[in-house]
C-alpha cells in the first residue's frame, strides 16, 4: 500500500512540474512564451532635436549656398552676417507668440530689411542670383539644354 501511496505522490508530482519546469527550459510553452521570439533590446528614449542657434542654421545653410553660387570669402562672411542677423530676429519673433497677424507683420518687416540689406551689400549679379537661388527652395538653377536638330538626309 505504501509504495502505490508514493507512486501517486511521484506521479502526480511530476505531473505538476513539467510544465513548470518546460517553460524555463523552453520559452515557447508557459507564461514566458507569450513574449516575442526576436529579442528586446533596451531602446534609449529619442533624444529631443537642440534648438539651433542663429548662427549653427545659417552654417548649416552656407555650403550649400556657396556650391549653387560662387561668393568670394568676403562676399560669404557679409552674407553669413547678414544672414544670421535677421534668423536672429526670426527666432525672438517666434519665441514671443505675438497673434498670428502680428507674426506676419513682423516677418514681412524682417524680409523686406533683410532684402534691403543684400541688395545694397552684394554685387547685383550675386544678388540676383541669390534670389533666384531662394524662388527655387533652394536648388541649383537648371541650364536649359538645347535640343539639336536631326539632319534629314
Partial sequence: MRTKHLFFIFLFSTLFLIPSLEAQVDQRYGAMGRRRLAP????????????????????????????????????????????????????????LNLGPEKTREAFETINLNQEEELKASLPEEKYNALKEYRDNGGKRPKEKKRKKKKNKS
Fill in 40 to 95: 528586446q533590446t533596451q531602446a534609449a528614449p529619442p533624444e529631443k532635436a537642440e534648438n539651433l542657434t542663429a548662427a549653427e542654421m545659417v552654417d548649416a545653410e552656407m555650403p550649400k549656398i556657396r556650391e549653387a553660387i560662387e561668393f568670394s570669402e568676403f562676399e560669404a562672411a557679409v552674407l553669413r552676417s547678414i544672414l544670421t542677423k535677421y534668423v536672429q530676429q526670426r527666432i525672438e519673433v517666434q519665441i
